[in-house]
C-alpha cells in the first residue's frame, strides 16, 4: 500500500521533462557504495491486515477503559467530552501546518488566543504562551527563564522534592550544559517551609508543587514571600483541574505557573502527546520561550491573530533565541481549549468537586481497613498516600491479577522514606462501586 | 493565461469572522453533564477555594459551531496544495488516526506496570528497531517529543562524550550558514558556541573552510543531508571523515530524511547521531504546530548516552512464551529529557504508517518524492531564478524577485498564490538565498496537482512583471487581508481576559 498517485505515463511524462531516463538518475550524487541499500524491513502490508495487527497490539495491554484504574502520578484519568476527538478530526485542524502564514490559519490562531486566555484565567497570571512539549519541560523553561532574568548571575534552582521526579530529572538533564546548580531535593522528606534557609541572592528560582505530587495542598502565600525577600521568582506547578476548584497561584505570588494539560480532555495515551502549559507575568513576556499569538487588525482595520514576538524565536534569532522550541503541542492545545470550552466555568468546578469528594471517600474507607494507613497530615485533592500492610509491589500484583485493578503509584521506587507506600488517585471517572469494589479488594489482600 | 477556474474552488470559509468564545457565553450554560457526587461529603479545604473561575459558558452545539467555523478558516493538506519547503506536507493517512485511538492504546497509563503493557512496549521497540535500519544506527530513542528536542538530545549526548573521555576542551559546533534555525539555538542551550561555515557556489559545505575549522576544540558539526536547499551534499563522504579526523562527531539534522529511505543510510555516511521527524517524514499530521516527534538513532560511540529509559526486550522468551519488553537505562546516560515515554500516540501512527508500506514502499515514497520536485524545476527554472542550480532532491529553492521587477519579493509571491487556493511555500529560508521560496511537493500529490501549481506560478511571474499591484495587495479572499504584525509586538494583546484584581 502506498499513498503515491503515480501511473506509469505519469513517470514517463515526468522524467521527459526533467530531461533524465530513470528515477535512479536522480540520486547520482548518492555515493555509489551507499545507494540504494536492502534495508531488513518487512514487506507492505495491506490496510485491514495493519488495522489488525495494531488492534492485537493494544488488545496485549490493560487499560482504564477496560480495568478499573487508580493510577495518578502525573497522568490522570478523566473524562475526555467526544466532541473533542470529533473536532481534532478535521482536517483543517489536524493536517495544517504552524500558522506562520495569518492569512491562511485565523482558525488555529484564534484557538491558540483562546487557550492563552483560559490558561491565564485558570492559573491567575497575565499572559501564556501556545505550549511546551509537557509539564517537565515547561519547568525546564521557567528555570532557563529565571536564569536568564537574572543574566545569569543567578545560578541556584531550589526544586522541592514534592516536585514530580520526572520533573526535576528534566530540570537536571536541560540544565546541565548551563553552569546551573539544581538542588533543593536531596533531602526527599523535606517540608517546603525547610527549603526556606537554602534562599540566598544567588537564588533565581524556587520551584513548589500546588497539588503537589503526594497530592497534598497547603497556602503558599507565606512561602511566595520569602521567595521574593531573597529576590528570587517562585514558580509553581500545578494540576489544572485542580484550579477548577482551587485558589489559582497568581493570586499568592506565583511569577510563573507551569504543568501539565493533559487532564484537559487529552487522552492518557501511554505518556504522550500531553501539553505543557506556561504563564507569567506581562514583566517577562520578552523573556518567555515558546510561540505566542496576539490580536491584531489587518490592512482593511479588520481584527484579526498573529504568531508575535517572533524575535524570541530560533527562526529568527537562531542562536540568541530564548530556546530551541519549534513545534510545540498545537493540536493539544485545540483539545485543551475545547475541554474548557465545553466544561466551563461550572463543569470544571464540578469535576474538581467529584475528583476532590471521592477521593476523600475513597481515604476514609482505606483508612478503616486494617493494616492500611492514609497520610491525613495535610489537605489533599485527589490523590492520597496509603500506607500498606505488604509491599506496593505484591499488592498492586494481586489487585490486578485477581481483580483486574490497576492499582496506585508505587511512592518507594523514588522515596526510599515512603517504602510500601501507595498514591492513589480519584478522579470522576471512578464511582462508588469502583471505590467499594477496590475497598474490597484491599481487604482481601492483606488477608 | 489558462483557466483556472475549472479548479478555483469558492474559498471554503463558510463564515469569515467568528466571535471569541467567551462573547458566545452566558450565565448558567454548561457543555457537557457529569455525574452526582453520590458520597459522603468532606468540607473543601478552608482558605484555598478560588472565588471566581473566568472561563465562558456555553452550550454543547455552540462549541461544536464556534470551532467548526475556526476551522473553516485554515489550510490544510486535506484541502489544500501545502507545498512548505522543510515541512515535507504530505497526506496523513487516517488508517493512523484509528490506529492511534484504539482503547488498549489511548486509554494505558505510562506507569502501569510493564507485564500490563506490552503491546505498547512491543510496538516502541519495533519501531526503534525499524528506525534503526532505516538510518544505519546502533541505538535509537523515542522519547524527543519534537525535532528540536532531538537536536538538544543528540547535542547533549555529544558534549557528554567527550567529557567522558576527559576532553574538556571541545567547546565549538561548526553549523552551516543554511541550516535551520534550531541548530544553533541547540547549541546555546548546551552551553556550546556556534561556527558558521559557509556553502560553496553549488550549494554544498564549503570544503576549505571546514577544513580550517576542525581541531582539537570542535565538539563535532550540524548538518542537514540533503541540505536546506534541496541538495545532497556532493562531498558528504569528505566532510563526515575530516570533522571524524579531528576527533569530532557528525550530528545529523533529519528534517529531510523524505528524500533518502531506502537511497542511502546516515549511518553509512558517517553520521554519529541524526534526529527523525516522524511528523515529516513518516507522515504523522502537523496539527497547527504540533505534536510532533523526533526519535534520535546513534552509532555505537554514543549508544551509551541515550536519554533513559530505552525500550528493550528484558526476557527472550522461548518457543511456548513470547519475548517480555521492558525499560533498561543507558550506562552513561545523558538524563531524561521528558516526562513519561514520549509522544507514544505518534508512535503508533508512524509504525502504522511503515507498517503499511514495507521497505519498498518506503523507498517508492523518496523516489516520487524526488521525481516531483524535480519535475516542478524544470518546470519552472525559466520563470524564477535558482541559486544553486542542478538537480534536487525532496525540495528547491527559488528567488522570489526580478531585477527587471523591483517592487515584488517572496512575500507577495506568496500571498497570491493564497488567492489560488494553495499554501504558500516556505519564505525566506534558507537565508542564504535572496527572497527564498523552498518549495517540497511531497510524493503524495499528483501530476496534475503539479502541473496546475506549475502554472499558477507562471501566471504569478507574468503578474508580476505586468501588474504587479495584484501581488502587493494579495491575499484577495481570505477572511483576512495582511496583517499589521508591527502593532500586534507593539500593543502585545495576548489575552481576552481582565487582569485580576490581586494582580493589579
Known sequence: MSYVPHTDPDREAMLKTIGVKSVAELFADVPAKHRFPELDLPEPLSEPETWRELRDLSEANADASHNLSFLGAGAYHHFSPPLISQLLLRGEFLTAYTPYQPEASQGTLQVIYEYQSMICSLTGMDVANASHYDGATSLAEAAIMAFNHFKQKKTKVILSPAVHPHYRAVVRTYTQGMGMNIGGDDHLDRALKDLLPQLDNNTSLFVAQYPDFFGNIEDLKAIAHKVHEAGALFCVVTNPVSLGLLTPPGAFGADIVVGEGQPLGIPLSYGGPYLGFFATKKEYVRKMAGRLVGETVDANGKKGYVLTLATREQHIRREKATSNICTNQGLMAVAATIYLATLGKNGLRRVAELCYQRAHYAADQIDQIDGYAVNRSQTFFHEFVVKCPRSVEEINAKLFDDYGIIGGYDLGKEYPHLKDCMLVCVTEMNSREDIEELITALQEIKE | ?504
Open chain 2, 1 to 504: 493565461m489558462k483557466d483556472h477556474s475549472a479548479f478555483i474552488i469558492q474559498h471554503l470559509s463558510l463564515s469569515m469572522t467568528e466571535p471569541l468564545i467567551y462573547e458566545l457565553s452566558a450565565p448558567g450554560r454548561v457543555g457537557v453533564s457529569m455525574p452526582n457526587p453520590d458520597v459522603p461529603m468532606t468540607e473543601l479545604p478552608s482558605g484555598l477555594v478560588r472565588e471566581s473561575l473566568d472561563l465562558p459558558e456555553v452550550s454543547q452545539l455552540d462549541v461544536m459551531r464556534h470551532f467548526t467555523h475556526l476551522s473553516t478558516m485554515n489550510f490544510s493538506i486535506d484541502a489544500n496544495f501545502y507545498p512548505l519547503g522543510s515541512c515535507t506536507m504530505k497526506y496523513n493517512p487516517r488508517l493512523n488516526e484509528e490506529t492511534a485511538r484504539f482503547a488498549g492504546f489511548s486509554f494505558s497509563h505510562p506507569l502501569q506496570h510493564e507485564a500490563t503493557v506490552q503491546g505498547n512496549l512491543a510496538l516502541m521497540y519495533q519501531l526503534q528497531e525499524w528506525l534503526k535500519e532505516i538510518g544505519g544506527f546502533a541505538a535509537v530513542t523515542l522519547q524527543p517529543a519534537a525535532g528540536a528536542h532531538g537536536e538538544f538530545t543528540g547535542v547533549l549526548m555529544m558534549r557528554a562524550y567527550h567529557l567522558d573521555r576527559g576532553d574538556i576542551a571541545r567547546r565549538k559546533v561548526l553549523i552551516p550558514n543554511s541550516a535551520h534555525g534550531t541548530n544553533p539555538a541547540t547549541c546555546s542551550m548546551a552551553g556550546l558556541i556556534v561556527v558558521e561555515l559557509p556553502s560553496d557556489d553549488r550549494g554544498n559545505v564549503d570544503l576549505e573552510a571546514l577544513r580550517k575549522a576542525c581541531g582539537p576544540d570542535v565538539v563535532g558539526i550540524m548538518i542537514t543531508n540533503p541540505n536546506t536547499l534541496g541538495l545532497f551534499e556532493e562531498h558528504i563522504e569528505e566532510v563526515t571523515k575530516l570533522v571524524h579526523d579531528c576527533g569530532g562527531l557528525v550530528y545529523g539534522d533529519g528534517a529531510n530524511m523524505n528524500a533518502m529511505i531506502g537511497v542511502a543510510r546516515p549511518g553509512d555516511l558517517g553520521f554519529d547521531v541524526m534526529h527523525y521527524n516522524l511528523h515529516k517524514t513518516f507522515s504523522t499530521p502537523h496539527g497547527g504546530g504540533g505534536p510532533g516527534s523526533g526519535p534520535v538513532g546513534v552509532s555505537e560511540k554514543l549508544k551509551d548516552f541515550l536519554p533513559a529509559p530505552l525500550i528493550d526486550i528484558v526476557d527472550e522468551g522461548d518457543d511456548e512464551e513470547p519475548p517480555m519488553y521492558g525499560f533498561v537505562t543507558p550506562k552513561k546516560s545523558i538524563g531524561r529529557v521528558k516526562s513519561f515515554n514520549g509522544q507514544f500516540g505518534m508512535h503508533v501512527r508512524a509504525y502504522t504508517y511503515i507498517r503499511v508500506h514495507g521497505g519498498s514502499g518506503l523507498r517508492e515514497n523518496s523516489e516520487m518524492a524526488v521525481l516531483n520536485a524535480n519535475y516542478l524545476l524544470a518546470k519552472l527554472r525559466g520563470a524564477y531564478h535558482v541559486a544553486y542550480d542542478r538537480l534536487c532532491k525532496h525540495e528547491f529553492v527559488l528567488e522570489g524577485h526580478w531585477s527587471d521587477a523591483p517592487e515584488v519579493h517572496a512575500l507577495d509571491i506568496s500571498k497570491r498564490l493564497l488567492d489560488f487556493n494553495i499554501h504558500p511555500p516556505t519564505n525566506y529560508f534558507p537565508l542564504i538565498v535572496k527572497e527564498a521560496l523552498m518549495i517540497e511537493p511531497t510524493e503524495t500529490e499528483s501530476k496534475e496537482t503539479l502541473d496546475r501549481f506549475a502554472d499558477v506560478m507562471l501566471t504569478i511571474a507574468k503578474e508580476a512583471h505586468e501588474s504587479p499591484d495584484v501581488l502587493k495587495s494579495a491575499p484577495h479572499n481570505t477572511p483576512v487581508a495582511r496583517m499589521d504584525e508591527v502593532r500586534a509586538a507593539k500593543e502585545l494583546v495576548l489575552c481576552c481576559r481582565p487582569i485580576p484584581e490581586w494582580a493589579e
